[in-house]
């Protein structure tokens, strides 16, 4: 059986280095490199092909809930573990709606991270009780605030439709005959109603939920 290649994504020399001294002792793991930000992160999983990612959240240049949704728009068969302190409702639900199939803290026994590693390799999911309690009363708050057009405003839809074509911010505000400013105010708003943190996210939400169309 091929040992299973593991990329390790943390802004933290001792983090990345204790981690990876951990895993390097079991014989079905093999750590094929490792990144500092979720930028260097989609270049190394480009180099290095891993099949799973161990995702910090919060880092410069680009957090960990960015990165997983850009690599998965290139490498869908990727499998993703978060490996974070947060246990915030936002950062678990962004976390998992943006592809990660195991949620776990830092604080986790080593086995559970082991048991995390094998579990998403094989396709399966893995998330700490804790954590799953809280999926789950989320998941039944949003059942009861499904986002539909409604509850954008019509000037909303409209940045969404840009958006969705790849439009810039400077040329949606062009197309609008408003400034860069309102374009950035109206784009924070959809993200709040979306409950998404990415242009990629609102775009793809939006489409799921039949509020803008291609």
């Known amino acids: 059986m091929e040992a299973i290649k593991i990329l390790i994504v943390d802004d933290h020399p001792v983090v ?14 093999k750590i094929v490199g490792e990144a500092t930000n979720g930028l260097e992160a989609i270049e190394k999983v ?9 995702m910090d959240l919060r ?8 990165a997983i949704s850009r690599i998965k728009e290139e490498r869908p068969e990727i499998k993703f573990i978060i490996l ?3 246990s915030d409702d936002e950062y678990i639900f962004k976390g998992i709606a943006a592809g990660a199939r195991a949620y776990l803290l830092k604080d986790a026994p080593r086995e559970e991270l082991f048991k995390a590693i094998r579990a998403v390799s094989r396709g399966e999911s893995l998330i700490q009780p804790v954590v799953a309690s809280k999926v789950l009363d989320r998941l039944a708050e949003l059942s009861k605030k499904t986002p539909s057009a409604e509850t954008l405003s019509e000037r909303e839809i409209e940045v969404l439709r840009l958006m969705a074509s790849g439009v ?3 040329d949606i505000a062009d197309q609008l005959s408003i400034t860069q400013s309102t374009v950035k105010t109206h784009i924070t708003s959809i993200f709040q109603k979306l409950n998404v943190t990415t ?6 939400t939006a489409l799921r939920k039949g509020v803008i169309q291609l």
């Open 16 to 29: 990345r280095e204790g981690i990876g001294s951990m895993l390097k002792r079991e014989p079905d793991f």
């Open 46 to 54: 480009r180099e290095l092909s891993p099949d799973v990612v161990l």
């Open 59 to 66: 880092m410069p240049e680009m957090d960990g809930v960015e």
């Open 84 to 86: 974070t302190t947060y």
């Open 168 to 170: 810039s911010n400077r």
């Open 199 to 204: 242009r990629t996210e609102a775009v793809t």
